[in-house]
């Protein structure tokens, strides 16, 4: 009873009955369910405005810039008028051929670094886009090393498989299977 | 015997002593103020622009060249901060109009009517104008109405005020730009 | 009158709540069985006297008696009644108030259920366990008392209040708040617990499996609030977003990803009996984000929509920050030696791995919010000078982070505990894997191009790929050796180990919702042009006409509205009715959406600008594709939370029942 519960629960600890009754397609015909359903999702993206470029351009602009009026979005998301003359004029320099660097340069030059939505990547400003992805790694690297400590930690302790322990394996392996909560 | 264990206990003191900079931070954030955000124009030449003036052609910065000049922001349904500013700037204009000062106003925002509506309610004799496509403001970095720039002879901002003007700045900042050569 | 006796009760509770504390920690210090059991009752009369608070304060909003400040701040002769009562947490006091209530009625309700019941080592915790939780009362009634007082009196009264600001008068406002708070409160349960094990020295696993229920249930008000919140802020605020890293959704998602962290790294110490030192760090820094954000966005140290009010309040919450910040790590330091774990883990390709990294990760996504949250503040103190940190630097560093936990949330549920061999890595993730790969393969062929978006595609294909799996495999086997119907076995299933499959179907719905996320942020299409009326825009598929402005009144504001007519592939699909409503007490207008919802992608319409006359209108126009499959996979997480935590006897009742229908 018990081997045949470990075995339709999913339990990692053998399960003879999972081989048989799925075809070889199996995975191919998820997929495609699966991509039926983000289709639609994806789709209307293929087709276009008259202008896409343009507008795309100003959209992706524009979000990077503060709405200045309203302290917490962006000038392409804000409905306010300040933000839409902001649309506009950057729609204009667009236009004109300016880069987004240029485009940037010019609303720092007037409303100073407060209106980059996402610090320009020099100096101290490196601190908040670097320290996360160092956090990261130091983080990584600590755990490996816990890891690490455990599992010799665990060669040290039994060298070999010690059969209490691995009765206790399977007992809890067991007990996942029984209704938790008690 | 009693080196390592003090040691020890230093170490885990560490641990409640590491929240001690995130707290000096938060304190610190006490003594500013989120809206109060400098402009990088201060200092700096003013921007260039071009205005046509309700009933009275066009004005540019050009036109104010060699003058000292306040450049205020408004707008009609700015309310009360406008309403509360605007018989000072009338009156700033008639008191020191004679000796150079230009004061120029740009209404921002505005439909023509109202614009004319709260010109007449104030008896404003200065040269005001409409900002269409808000340019002038954006160039100005202006935030919200009303803004208030003072512009040496020298072309150069001097200063800049977020809000309704008082009487005792308005006095202190004009008199700095009717001096500076 | 109502502010004197007001400002009486909340003191009064003070006392007891203070006296409450004392009585506890003493009585168990003295091994006095009386001193404890007062203590408890003063617990239950604290929790009446701030519910007696919290009417008197309803009363004065329901009955307009704007004598008091606050209800002049929050309400108008005109509000509608439910407006009216919601105004209690409508702005800073009483919304303090409110949390004051739930923090004593959760206290209430620890005590009424612990007291003579539960596992033994309770009766040993719960003294500190109330002391812990009537000092958070504490100072919360403190700081009614000395900084925010909701029953401060105003003098003149005024002929009529303010009101509350028209973007809160929706009835979203009734429920949103509500669910923030009930987890925020939520999380101060297993917090409690954990002080008490520090305290007591009784640092085992006793207080994780006390506090599971609530850990979770507080995890689901939380991530129920932060839904509802997106949800509301996408139909109401009138920009077509759901999340701006704005000061107070940061607030609310920090203690949210280390709750989540939490709930996972219990798995480990109950399982396993390590990370002891971690779980209460975990728990410590989720109660303590939650009153960072808290002081956040009430202190208005940062500019912040949802900021309001200052002064001593600021304080306070710093204060109180501190102290709970170096009481609790201070205890963990302190009982450092006890809580020695010894690990052992058989290899490093097991689940207690994967564990430990969605924990890494989740922390790390919680550091890079508290850092961009608080980081123009260190600029300002270092370099002086003002700098923003927003929408694309958090969607630039937390996206490949939320990558690296997709993949985790689709190995760890499955990969053996202790070691994996590699036949279990095989048996299940092969298929999955290959399922991914293959569904990556077609987009690719179909024109996906962005790394990003292929990446959460594919991780999401194999998480759901696990998942399924995972379930069909376990009906399957079960009605063969069971012989069960496929319906039955399912159900069994779930109920057999509800835990584990509740886990997974909530992992499905955060999965859902990701899928949602990215979609509709990637493949967003947005339009703005101004119309005469009779003209049309077309945007992607969709065309929508202009046929005229229109205006009325409502009872608390004017509207003007925009009819439009939109159409798809030239056939008429709906009316759309944008508009914008003017507020008496308010300078500008607030946007009124509309938007035509759908399973698979939504229309939606903003007016930014018109005409006095009507002669020609602005419009944004937004397709946001998948967008409502971000609160599908909310109401999915719900069901996932509702079947892992629902009381065991109710759900073999069920099952009982439905055996019978069956046969």
Not at chain 1, 22 to 50: E, H, N, Q
Not at chain 3, 544 to 551: C, I, L, Q, Y
Request: aromatic share 12%.
């Amino acid at each position: 009873m018990g081997s045949q519960q470990a075995a339709w629960a999913g339990s990692p600890a053998g399960a003879p009955g999972r081989r048989h009754g799925r075809g070889p397609g199996f995975a191919l015909v998820w997929a495609l369910v699966w991509i039926g359903l983000v289709i639609p999702g994806v789709a209307p993206a293929a087709s276009g405005s008259p202008n896409p470029d343009l507008e795309d351009q100003v959209r992706e602009i524009a979000s990077g810039l503060r709405c200045v009026v309203c302290q917490n979005l962006s000038v392409a998301d804000s409905p306010s008028d300040l933000a839409k003359e902001m649309r506009n004029l950057v729609r204009e320099l667009v236009r004109q051929g300016k880069s987004r660097e240029e485009i940037q340069a010019y609303f720092v030059s007037r409303y100073g670094e407060f209106v980059l939505l996402s610090p320009p990547k020099r100096g101290f400003n490196l601190l908040v886009w670097g320290l996360p992805f160092l956090a990261i790694l130091l983080g990584a690297w600590g755990v490996y090393l816990v890891a690490r400590r455990w599992t010799e930690q665990r060669e040290e302790a039994e060298p070999a498989v010690d059969p209490a322990y691995a009765e206790r394996v399977r007992r809890e392996l067991q007990e996942r299977e029984r209704p938790s909560g008690s | 015997m009693a080196g390592p264990e003090s040691l020890m206990s230093w170490k885990k003191a560490l641990i409640p002593l590491a929240c001690v900079p995130v707290i000096i931070l938060l304190a610190y954030g006490f003594r500013t103020d989120p809206k109060a955000i400098p402009s990088p124009l201060v200092r700096q030449p003013a921007p260039g622009f071009r205005m046509a003036v309700y009933d009275a052609g066009e004005l540019s910065l050009e036109t104010l060249k060699g003058k000292p000049a306040v450049l205020n922001f408004w707008a009609s349904w700015c309310y009360p901060a406008c309403y509360e500013e605007a018989p000072l700037l009338e009156s700033t204009w008639r008191k020191y109009k004679d000796q150079g000062l230009m004061l120029v106003g740009v209404d921002i925002q505005d439909k023509e009517a109202n614009a004319r509506e709260f010109m007449r309610r104030f008896d404003f004799t200065f040269p005001n104008g409409p900002d269409p496509g808000s340019k002038i403001s954006i160039d100005y970095g202006v935030y919200g109405v009303p803004e208030t720039f003072f512009i040496d002879r020298q072309g150069r901002i001097t200063y800049k005020h977020v809000g309704a003007l008082t009487p005792a700045l308005m006095e202190a900042q004009v008199q700095a730009i009717l001096k500076g050569n | 009158m109502i502010s004197t006796l007001g400002g009486f009760v909340l003191f009064l509770a003070l006392g007891v709540t203070l006296y409450a504390a004392a009585a506890a920690v003493l009585g168990a210090r003295a091994g006095r069985e009386d001193w404890l059991a007062s203590s408890r009752n003063a617990v239950l009369a604290h929790f009446c006297l701030v519910t007696l608070a919290i009417f008197l304060l309803e009363y004065a909003l329901i009955t307009s008696d704007f004598s008091l400040r606050y209800v002049a701040n929050t309400s108008t002769r005109g509000s509608l009644t439910r407006y009216k009562i919601a105004g209690l947490w409508g702005s800073l006091e009483g919304s303090i108030l409110l949390w004051e209530w739930l923090q004593a009625l959760f206290a209430a309700l620890v005590v009424a259920r612990y007291s003579d019941r539960g596992p033994s080592g309770c009766r040993h915790l719960l003294p500190y366990v109330q002391a812990v939780l009537q000092g958070i009362s504490a100072f919360f009634l403190l700081l009614m008392t000395f900084g925010a007082n909701p029953f401060a009196p105003l003098f003149p009264v005024p002929p009529d209040g303010r009101g509350l600001n028209p973007l809160l008068e929706v009835t979203d406002m009734l429920i949103h708040p509500l669910l923030l708070y009930l987890g925020y409160v939520g999380f101060s349960v297993p917090f409690a617990f954990a002080m008490a094990a520090l305290v007591t020295g009784r640092v085992s696993e006793e207080w994780l499996t006390i506090t599971r229920r609530w850990t979770v249930v507080a995890w689901l008000f939380l991530t129920g609030g932060i839904f509802y919140g997106g949800w509301w802020s996408y139909r109401t605020l009138g920009w077509g977003g759901y999340w701006a890293w704005d000061p107070v959704e940061n607030a609310s998602f920090m203690p949210w990803l280390t709750g989540t962290a939490f709930i996972h790294s219990v798995m480990i110490q109950e399982r396993k009996r390590m990370l002891r030192v971690w779980n209460l760090v975990l728990i410590t820094l989720t109660f303590s984000l939650v009153i960072f954000g808290t002081f956040l966005t009430r202190s208005g140290i940062l500019g912040s929509v949802h900021a309001f009010a200052d002064g001593p309040v600021g304080v306070m919450f710093l204060a109180f920050l501190s102290l709970v910040l170096f009481f609790s790590f201070g205890l963990v330091a302190y009982r450092s030696d006890a809580l020695k774990g010894h690990g052992e883990l058989d290899s490093i390709v097991s689940r207690e791995s994967a564990f430990l990294l969605n924990n890494l990760v989740l922390v790390g996504i919680c550091f890079t919010v508290f850092l961009g949250t608080i980081f123009p503040l260190l600029a300002e103190a270092i370099r002086g000078t003002k700098i923003s940190v927003g929408t694309p630097y958090f969607n630039r560093v937390s996206v490949p982070l939320g990558l690296a936990l997709l993949l985790l949330m689709g190995i760890g549920p499955l990969i053996a505990w202790g070691r994996a061999s590699l036949n279990n890595l095989r048996r299940n993730f092969l298929k999955p894997s290959l399922a991914a790969l293959a569904g990556g393969a077609i987009l690719v062929a179909l024109g996906v191009r962005q790394a990003e978006i292929l990446a959460a595609f594919v991780f999401c294909l194999f998480v759901i790929g696990t998942i399924v799996f995972e379930f069909l495999v376990g009906t399957r086997t079960r009605a063969k050796t069971m012989g069960e119907g496929l319906l039955t076995a399912f159900a069994t299933l779930l109920l057999k180990s509800r835990r584990r499959y509740g886990g997974l179907i909530v992992h499905l719905g955060v999965v859902v919702a990701i899928v949602g996320i990215a979609v509709s942020s990637v493949y967003k299409v947005e339009r703005e042009q101004t119309l005469k009326p009779g003209e049309s825009m077309q945007v992607g598929p969709y065309s929508v006409r202009f046929d005229g402005m229109a205006a009325g009144e409502r009872p608390t504001h004017i509207l003007v509205w925009a009819n439009l007519m939109a159409f798809k592939d030239g056939k008429p699909l709906h009316t759309l009715t944008p508009g914008q409503r003017y507020y008496p007490n308010q300078q500008s207008p607030f946007a009124s959406v509309d938007a035509r919802y759908h399973w698979n992608e939504d229309l939606y319409v903003i007016l930014s600008a018109f005409e006095r006359d009507g002669s020609s209108a602005t419009f944004k126009v937004l397709i946001n594709p998948m967008i409502s499959w971000i609160w599908i996979g909310g109401g999915v997480i719900l069901l996932g939370v509702i079947v892992a935590v629902l009381p065991e006897r109710r759900l073999a009742l069920l099952a009982m029942r439905a055996k019978a229908q069956v046969a």
